[in-house]
């Protein structure tokens, strides 16, 4: 077999959407002839955490934890908030700041933390990642971020090593959709972008998961387009194995995830308030399952949609599985920013497994529309399209009252998507920098 050093810093117990893309590939990569090796973080900032994952880890291998440099327990210091608070609130976007310690935070975050607040693991990572490749035989690295820090230890160890290195982006860097957000000084976006592009242009080989973000990544540097490689996200069967019945009580549009303010889909609350008013959908719940902002719920009494509203906590991922699979239809946001049209999220893979219709919030005619119509798993409306909205929930809630289960995805139509598949996929691109390192 060939062995990979794997640098990440979401790795279970961490829990969460970021973690499950590596978390598949070592477990599916020995069928592959790769023997993985994973260099991770000791008590990481993570938003979530889930114990279960850990589970998932196949026996035998190797995994190298090191300290790093955490600035959130002086955020939370300075804020007046438990260190899981400010982890969360700071968690894939960037919290509206109602005082000046939280704005000076926010600063420093910005201008002093370049890339991103996690970079004080990298000095540990590299120091711990070089004695590993000292003492032990590997053929390539790969990195994968966010947080995109990770991908300057991958630069240091490649430059110390020589070995291949492949850097996975599951979100842009300097496009993300957040960025435009952060208080950022000129010079900080211009040792920032100077960051991404030596990133780009070193790597063996760059993996993103869409087409556009591929075109995106060739824009910023020039490296031929067979340099970068598009390798989507998606689900694991294994995940899905267990049949659940949805409720014939009453019609469940359940969303689960991180739901916040920028991804609130208001037109949806009022469409659905306005049929609620009607007496066209008197059986519909509305069930949010993750981290809930506060915003939403305000708005959700606003519409006085808190009635028929239940929120659940975080939950571990089979878990939360169990929830699509038990939803009759299941909700999809997509937050505005300037790439909007590109994004498809990591959910959406896993809802598509979940064989329940979509109901999508965000560009009617971008990456995420094309993949449910292909699939036909569902629709993406207008965020603005409240007409639209009641339209399509109306029918899949007469679908329902019509004694029919509302189809999404069929298991033919998402199988392309499997996790397993896509480990292989990886394992080739892994070949190839290596046979050509020779």
């Not at 899981?84 to 000076?104: C, D, F, M, N």
């Not at 492949?166 to 960025?179: E, K």
């Not at 949609?305 to 169990?322: G, I, N, Q």
């Not at 971008?366 to 109306?394: H, S, T």
């Amino acid at each position: 077999m060939s062995r990979l050093l794997i640098v990440t810093y979401y790795f279970p117990p961490s829990g969460g959407a970021g973690v499950q893309r590596v978390l598949k590939w070592v477990k599916y990569f020995r069928e592959f002839g790769v023997e993985p090796v994973v260099l991770t973080v000791e008590g990481g900032a993570y938003p979530k955490h889930d114990e279960t994952l850990g589970r998932e880890v196949p026996p035998g291998v190797e995994v190298h934890r090191t300290s790093a440099f955490d600035p959130y327990t002086a955020y939370a210091r300075l804020t007046g908030r438990s260190r899981q608070q400010a982890i969360a609130e700071t968690a894939g976007h960037v919290a509206e700041s109602e005082s000046w310690k939280e704005r000076l935070a926010q600063w420093v975050r910005a201008n002093l933390f370049i890339p991103d607040a996690r970079v004080g693991w990298v000095p540990f990572a590299v120091r711990r990642g070089a004695r590993v490749l000292r003492y032990e035989s590997f053929d390539a690295i790969l990195t994968s971020g966010p947080p995109h820090s990770v991908h300057l230890t991958g630069l240091a160890l490649h430059r110390l090593t020589g070995l291949p290195w492949v850097a996975d982006f599951r979100d842009p860097w300097t496009d993300i959709s957040y960025y435009d957000e952060l208080p950022r000084t000129a010079i900080a976006r211009i040792v920032d972008e100077w960051l991404e592009r030596t990133v780009l242009t070193e790597a063996a080989k760059v993996i993103t998961i869409s087409e556009a973000g591929k075109e995106l990544f060739l824009s910023k540097v020039p490296r031929v387009a067979e340099d970068i490689a598009v390798i989507e996200n998606g689900f694991d069967p294994a995940d899905f194995a267990v049949e659940n019945t949805v409720p014939a009580d009453c019609f469940v549009l359940a969303y689960v995830g991180s739901l916040y303010g920028s991804r609130s889909p208001e037109a949806l609350w009022q469409a659905i308030a306005s049929l609620r008013e009607q007496g066209l959908i008197p059986k519909l719940r509305l069930r949010l399952v993750g981290r809930i902002g506060d915003d939403v719920l305000a708005t959700l009494r606003r519409y006085g949609l808190d009635a028929v509203t239940e929120v659940v906590s975080y939950l571990p991922h089979d878990e939360a599985v169990r929830e699509m699979q038990q939803a009759t239809a299941l909700l999809l946001t997509i937050e505005p920013y300037s790439h909007e049209n590109g994004t498809t999220t990591g959910k959406i893979y896993e809802y598509l497994a979940a064989g329940r219709p979509v109901l999508g919030s965000g560009p009617a005619t971008g990456a995420a529309a094309n993949l449910l119509r292909e699939a036909e798993a569902g629709r993406m409306i207008d965020r603005d399209d409240a007409e639209g909205f009641a339209e399509y929930l109306r029918s899949l809630y007469q679908a329902w009252e019509r004694g029919g289960m509302p189809n999404g995805a069929s298991a033919e139509a998402a199988a392309s998507y499997s996790r397993r598949t896509q480990t292989g996929e990886v394992a080739a691109l892994l070949d190839t920098v290596v046979i050509a390192r020779g």
